[in-house]
C-alpha cells in the first residue's frame, strides 16, 4: 500500500510491465525468443522484411520499451 506517508514508490507498474516482457515479449519461446529472431534480422541489415514483420517486431518489442520506461520512472522515484 502507497499512502502519503510512506516514502517507497510503488512497483505495481514496474511488476507488470516485466510480466509483460517475460511473457509476450519473449513469445513464443522455443526454438528461440521471437524478439531476438527479429532484431538479429534488422541487424543484419533488414532484407526481405515485409510489413508484417516490422509490425510483430513491434508486437514483440512494445513490452520491452514498456519496462526500460518503468525501469526509468521507478528509479527516478527512488532516488
Do not use: C
Not at 541489415?45 to 514498456?66: E, K, R, S, Y
Request: proline share 8%.
Amino acid at each position: 500500500m502507497n499512502t502519503k506517508t510512506d516514502a517507497r514508490p510503488s512497483t505495481k507498474g514496474l511488476r507488470f510491465a516485466a510480466m509483460l516482457a517475460l511473457t509476450l515479449g519473449l513469445a513464443p519461446f522455443v526454438p528461440e525468443p521471437h524478439i531476438l529472431g527479429k532484431l538479429r534480422w534488422v541487424m543484419g541489415g533488414a532484407v526481405g522484411m515485409q510489413p508484417m514483420d516490422w509490425f510483430d517486431l513491434a508486437l514483440h518489442g512494445t513490452p520491452w520499451v514498456l519496462l526500460v520506461i518503468q525501469v526509468i520512472l521507478y528509479l527516478k522515484k527512488r532516488f
